[in-house]
């Protein structure tokens, strides 16, 4: 991440009812599952309030969360009464002062308690997100499979992917997938679950433990041929794919008085003119290129 992230003026995010009115024209075009990420969604004025409408959305089945977790303890249960129904929190170290030196002087104790009180909530299925590079965190693997099987939670392990904000990813910086589940395999025994379609993860279960080891790899086995998502970011901008750096701004329309027939015309330009993915990035041979830093997408 950026050590000195841009914050944008409230004028230039979409306010709730504009969130909310771009995810009921996607609802209206077919899609089901709302996640929202970051960034960080907790920080967001109206994060409840834009929970309750994405879950009053007609056709929406689900809204989530990615958080870092740090406000979740006091929020957990007013999210839970608005709507929200899972959160994922992403936890790169369980060692205090490395996740300090990681977060900026983040307590991990804040963290842990948000897990706790996701749970108490019902904010359920939890799921941690571990992003694993070499060098760094890779020898907490282990330690973070086993908060996985005696937590009985999904640890989700993430290949780095070129989206550091510093231009610090090379290759050589990447666990491959293969690798943290054969490490794993060396002290738990994994078993395979079949991967939905669409999904970014390979799910294993413990054999003795409701815990789940998850395996996104972006880089080694690329999920693109059907990955089915699409990204709206706070400043108002449908991005198709994170590994491409295309985008369609909806705000000048929403601004202007733009139908909904004219926004989703938008929208379904951009999405038909998605780019190949982190496929086409890597067959392009020499040095793949930092893409964006993670935390400017905010969606």
Same mark, same amino acid.
Request: charged content about 25%; hydrophobic content about 40%; overall charge positive.
């Given at each position: 991440?950026?050590?000195?992230?841009?914050?944008?003026?409230?004028?230039?995010?979409?306010?709730?009812?504009? =969130?909310?009115?771009?995810?009921?024209? /996607?609802?209206?075009?077919?899609?089901?599952?709302?996640?929202?990420?970051?960034?960080?969604? /907790?920080v967001?004025? %109206?994060i409840?309030?834009?929970?309750?409408g994405?879950?009053?959305?007609?056709? =929406?089945?689900? $809204?989530?969360?990615?958080?870092?977790?740090?406000?979740?303890?006091?929020? +957990?249960?007013? /999210?839970?009464?608005?709507? *929200?129904?899972?959160?994922? !929190?992403?936890?790169?170290?369980?060692?205090?002062?490395?996740?300090?030196?990681?977060?900026?002087?983040?307590?991990?104790?804040?963290?842990?308690a948000?897990?706790?009180?996701?749970?108490?909530?019902?904010?359920?299925?939890?799921? =941690?997100?571990?992003? !694993?590079?070499?060098?760094?965190?890779?020898?907490?693997? !282990?330690?973070? &499979?086993? *908060?996985?099987?005696?937590?009985?939670?999904? $640890?989700?392990f993430?290949?780095?992917?070129?989206?550091?904000?510093?231009?610090?990813? @090379?290759? +050589?910086?990447?666990?491959?997938?293969?690798?943290?589940?054969?490490?794993?395999?060396?002290?738990?025994?994994?078993?395979?679950?079949? #991967?939905?379609?669409?999904?970014?993860?390979? #799910?294993?279960?413990?054999?003795?433990?409701?815990?789940?080891?998850?395996?996104?790899?972006?880089?080694?086995?690329?999920?693109?041929?059907?990955?089915?998502?699409? #990204?709206?970011? &706070?400043?108002?901008?449908?991005?198709?794919c994170?590994?491409?750096? +295309?985008?369609?701004d909806?705000?000048? +329309?929403?601004?202007?008085?733009?139908?909904? $027939?004219?926004?989703?015309? *938008?929208?379904?330009?951009?999405?038909? @003119?998605?780019?190949?993915?982190?496929? &086409? *990035? /890597?067959?392009?041979? %020499?040095?793949?290129?930092?893409?964006?830093?993670?935390?400017?997408?905010?969606?």
């Amino acid at each position: 991440m950026s050590k000195d992230p841009v914050w944008l003026p409230r004028d230039q995010i979409l306010s709730c009812e504009e =969130v909310n009115r771009v995810a009921s024209i /996607l609802a209206s075009m077919g899609v089901e599952k709302i996640r929202l990420t970051g960034g960080e969604p /907790l920080v967001r004025p %109206g994060i409840e309030e834009i929970v309750n409408g994405l879950a009053r959305t007609p056709g =929406v089945q689900s $809204v989530s969360m990615t958080t870092n977790g740090t406000l979740l303890a006091e929020k +957990a249960w007013t /999210l839970k009464r608005a709507g *929200l129904k899972s959160v994922t !929190i992403s936890l790169h170290s369980l060692k205090r002062e490395r996740f300090s030196r990681i977060t900026g002087g983040g307590e991990i104790e804040d963290v842990l308690a948000g897990m706790r009180a996701a749970k108490e909530s019902g904010l359920t299925p939890l799921k =941690v997100n571990s992003l !694993i590079i070499r060098g760094y965190n890779d020898d907490e693997i !282990i330690d973070l &499979a086993s *908060l996985a099987r005696n937590a009985s939670v999904a $640890v989700r392990f993430i290949e780095y992917m070129p989206f550091d904000g510093q231009s610090q990813w @090379s290759p +050589a910086t990447v666990v491959s997938g293969a690798e943290i589940v054969e490490k794993i395999k060396n002290h738990y025994d994994l078993i395979p679950l079949k #991967r939905e379609e669409g999904s970014t993860v390979r #799910r294993y279960r413990f054999a003795d433990s409701k815990g789940e080891v998850d395996i996104i790899t972006s880089m080694t086995q690329p999920f693109c041929l059907d990955c089915e998502r699409v #990204r709206l970011s &706070a400043d108002g901008k449908i991005v198709p794919c994170l590994f491409d750096k +295309a985008e369609c701004d909806l705000k000048p +329309a929403l601004r202007h008085g733009a139908s909904n $027939v004219l926004l989703s015309n *938008l929208i379904r330009q951009a999405v038909f @003119s998605k780019a190949p993915g982190v496929v &086409a *990035l /890597l067959d392009k041979g %020499g040095p793949v290129k930092h893409v964006r830093p993670m935390h400017t997408i905010g969606g």
